[in-house]
């Protein structure tokens, strides 16, 4: 590994009266974008998957773990607090094999199945469409139902929208009453399909393509509910999957089209174990991760060249790291640990996120509790809060915020991979007269002097700063261990006639708030 010299052109600057090196600069133009950060790119997903629902979110009214209504209370409050935009359900691959209608009503009378794709669990459906959509009401969360076209029928399809949505006499809105739902729920992100190139029918592009005109067709808006029709679109890097719906697509009904992007080693043999990794790795899997910023710029080029008034939106509605299962977990839970490496994955991909909204309008992190890159991990009885869920919390400033435009001067670290890793990178954005900072330092060994310019007034208070980081990267929370990786407030930085000097522990992440 090679350390790439940078010139860092300004990275001398005086500060009072001594000459100060740096070891990055980030150059701040005040003057605004005038774009906002969709809070949406905040997104969460939650699957049928391994101890997603039951355990994660879902444990029952009955249960004796501490529950609100049969959701687990301190997954509840931990949501809550994590201002969750939106949430997308109930798969995934498990989505084309789920029928809406064995989810319905008396919990005992309930079809159940065998989840074939993760781990042939048992799958009885006591968590279905009320149980999701009620919890999206009580946090205030978006609902993005992902619908079944691998081997559901369009009738199944278009009867989910009915009884979701519709406020007038109509067979299926007469059956949720009955089920004990007066008002309808307001639900706009509706997926059609999920994967159709895989688990989700193994499809070509052409032929989903029509397919998603024909079910599209029969998913109709219902008392002043607007559906945001979403196509189930590529894998990394398949330009051509987008390229063919976009050509088919536009302007037939497509409101988004989706992308799914892994941070992995690979899909055939080991990924890695989640919190034991050498520095090589470390440094691979964040050049992978950042590869993602190449994948988003071509998926949007075809999209700029195939829809120039940019109707269509790009929703990345899974992303994440993905490593092998802990030891001893069902191989088919997908269960892992979360280590500071996926924190400062969480954070590098935020910083490419925000500079891509003009056509990213949705992110969802793949899954929200007990799976892949997950906020929350639970056992019978207890809660930890990931490094990746300290991440989404502290950069919930940024959500719906003015993004504004920073340039990072820094060194990078090179790999194997194609994309050099930036030792420092950062996003600028404001909000009710705040201007929020997030930076990020990855390098293991060294603190990074970083001094922050601005092209315009400047701040003149720093209102508040907290840091995310642990003595070691393979630092991870575990039962009985909560608090190993935890925010705490930040104390090293000064103002500088406008401008802020601060020094950013190795492995970091930390958030301020100026005026
Ligand atoms: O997130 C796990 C799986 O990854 C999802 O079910 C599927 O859509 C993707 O392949």
Same mark, same amino acid.
């Given at each position: 590994m090679k350390k790439l010299m940078i010139l860092l052109a300004g990275a001398f600057l005086s500060a009072g009266t001594s000459l100060l090196a740096q070891d990055a600069t980030v150059r701040v133009h005040e003057a605004g974008t005038g774009v906002t950060i969709p809070a949406e790119i905040y997104g969460q997903f939650s699957e049928h998957l391994g101890r997603c629902i039951y355990g994660g979110l879902w444990v029952g009214k009955d249960s004796s773990v501490p529950n609100i209504e049969g959701y687990r209370k301190d997954v509840f409050d931990a949501l809550k607090a994590l201002k969750v935009p939106v949430m997308r359900w109930p798969g995934g691959c498990f989505a084309d094999d789920y029928h809406w209608m064995d989810g319905i009503g008396p919990q005992e009378k309930r079809g159940y199945l065998t989840n074939t794709n993760w781990g042939g669990t048992l799958e009885d459906n006591s968590f279905g469409t009320h149980e999701f959509l009620n919890l999206c009401e009580l946090l205030g969360i978006q609902p993005y139902i992902s619908g079944n076209v691998g081997s559901g029928s369009v009738q199944e399809m278009s009867q989910w929208v009915e009884y979701m949505t519709s406020d007038a006499k109509t067979p299926m809105a007469d059956l949720r009453r009955a089920n004990g739902r007066e008002e309808p729920w307001k639900v706009k992100y509706f997926g059609i399909g999920n994967e159709a190139w895989g688990c989700g029918g193994n499809m070509t592009p052409e032929y989903y393509s029509d397919l998603f005109r024909r079910y599209g067709t029969y998913l109709h808006d219902y008392a002043g509910n607007r559906l945001f029709k979403i196509a189930s679109g590529a894998s990394d890097y398949d330009y051509n999957w987008t390229r063919v719906l976009m050509r088919n697509l536009?302007?037939?009904? /497509? %409101?988004?089209?989706?992308?799914? *992007? *892994? &941070?992995?080693?690979? @899909?055939?043999g080991p990924k890695g174990a %989640?919190? +034991? $990794?050498?520095?090589?790795?470390? *440094? @691979?899997?964040?050049?992978? &991760?950042? =590869?993602? =910023?190449?994948?988003?710029? +071509?998926?949007? =080029?075809? /999209?700029?060249?195939?829809?120039?008034? !940019?109707?269509? %939106?790009?929703?990345?509605? =899974?992303? !994440?790291? @993905?490593?092998?299962?802990?030891? !001893?977990?069902?191989?088919?839970?997908?269960?892992?640990?979360?280590? /500071?490496?996926? %924190?400062?994955?969480?954070?590098?991909?935020?910083?490419? $996120?925000?500079? *891509?909204?003009?056509?990213?309008k949705m992110a969802n992190i793949a899954q929200v509790v007990n799976v892949l890159q997950s906020m929350i991990l639970t056992n019978e009885t207890e809660m930890v809060l990931t490094p990746t869920y300290h991440v989404f919390e502290m950069y919930n400033v940024h959500q719906d915020a003015e993004f504004i435009e920073s340039e990072c001067l820094t060194g990078h670290v090179k790999t194997e991979r194609p994309c050099a890793v930036p030792e420092v990178d950062a996003t600028v954005s404001r909000k009710d007269g705040e201007m929020h900072l997030s930076l990020v330092n990855t390098d293991l060994k060294k603190a990074m002097k970083v001094s922050v310019t601005f092209d315009g007034d400047g701040v003149s208070k720093i209102l508040s700063a907290r840091v995310l980081t642990s003595g070691d990267v393979h630092d991870y929370n575990d039962f009985g261990k909560p608090d190993v990786v935890k925010p705490v407030a930040f104390k090293d930085y000064k103002l500088t006639r406008g401008g802020i000097e601060l020094t950013l522990p190795p492995c970091s992440v930390v958030v301020l708030a100026a005026k």
């Open positions: 536009v302007g037939k009904g /497509m %409101a988004g089209i989706s992308l799914h *992007y *892994y &941070t992995v080693t690979g @899909w055939n %989640a919190t +034991k $990794f050498s520095d090589k790795d470390y *440094y @691979w899997l964040l050049s992978k &991760t950042i =590869e993602i =910023e190449d994948v988003l710029r +071509k998926h949007i =080029e075809i /999209m700029d060249e195939l829809d120039r008034s !940019g109707r269509v %939106a790009l929703l990345l509605d =899974e992303w !994440g790291t @993905w490593y092998d299962v802990e030891p !001893g977990t069902n191989p088919g839970h997908l269960y892992q640990q979360n280590t /500071m490496r996926d %924190a400062i994955v969480a954070a590098l991909n935020f910083d490419i $996120f925000h500079k *891509y909204t003009r056509r990213l």
